[in-house]
């Protein structure tokens, strides 16, 4: 599958802080899903989108995707010790398995 | 509890020497994935079962061969393992029907980590 860029690759916060991860594309995605992978553990689905100009919120965690389905975020507010991990977006699925972004390591400073 | 399970978690296996990694699922999901995933990189895909059909991705070594003898149960079978073959190597099940969402969550297991010497 084609590749999807994912910035930063490294974020360091102070606990309380935002935090923001984005993933671009450089053509139209049918659907954008995000991971989130604790250190030694493995990937846990978040959410899926589909739907051009889509926000969807989890709590403190918030998912856009972009009006012309190339771009996706995800944003947490005030950041705890407990959203330690790598944060994936990904491509795909289905039947056709999922493309990976390079993910955004997530570093909380008590 | 409906689950992705991996056996073993940790496998040492020297140079060359064929290792076979299991994956099972209570899930009933008809697609059974294999990721391989390097320290601090994002997981891979290797190759996907779609019921009885395989899908190898184009860039997959033939060294890594899989099989899915029935829903429940897929391997991943390294016929002779490199240095470069150490890896987390994870297993996911997802569901995809004939009509409804294109695509569905995966459900990943807890990986089993291929250290070769």
């Known amino acids: 599958g084609q590749q999807v860029m994912q910035i930063p690759q490294y974020q360091h916060v102070q606990e309380g802080e935002d935090f923001t991860t984005y993933c671009n594309s450089s053509?139209?995605?049918?659907?954008i899903q995000w991971y989130k992978q604790r250190p030694g553990g493995h990937p846990v689905f978040l959410i899926q989108l589909v739907k051009s100009g889509e926000v969807k919120k989890q709590k403190r965690l918030t998912f856009q995707f972009g009006e012309a389905k190339k771009n996706s975020s995800l944003h947490i507010t005030a950041t705890q010790t407990t959203d330690v991990g790598t944060y994936f977006c990904a491509r795909g699925g289905g039947a056709d398995g999922l493309t990976f972004g390079k993910g955004t390591h997530l570093i909380i400073q008590p | 509890d409906a689950m992705v399970i991996q056996n073993p978690r940790y496998q040492v296996t020297q140079f060359g020497k064929p290792v076979t990694l299991s994956c099972s699922q209570t899930?009933?999901?008809?697609?059974m994935y294999w990721y391989q995933q390097k320290s601090s990189q994002a997981p891979k895909l290797l190759f996907h079962y779609y019921d009885k059909d395989f899908n190898n991705e184009a860039d997959t070594p033939d060294n890594f061969q899989s099989r899915r003898p029935n829903t429940s149960f897929c391997f991943l079978d390294i016929r002779s393992p490199g240095l470069g073959d150490a890896a987390m190597y994870l297993c996911?099940?997802?569901?995809?029907?004939?009509?409804?969402?294109?695509?569905?969550?995966?459900?990943f297991g807890p990986g089993t980590r291929l250290t070769v010497l």
């Open positions: 899930l009933n999901h008809n697609v």
């Open positions: 053509t139209t995605l049918s659907n």
């Open positions: 996911a099940t997802s569901r995809k029907g004939t009509s409804g969402p294109a695509y569905n969550e995966q459900f």
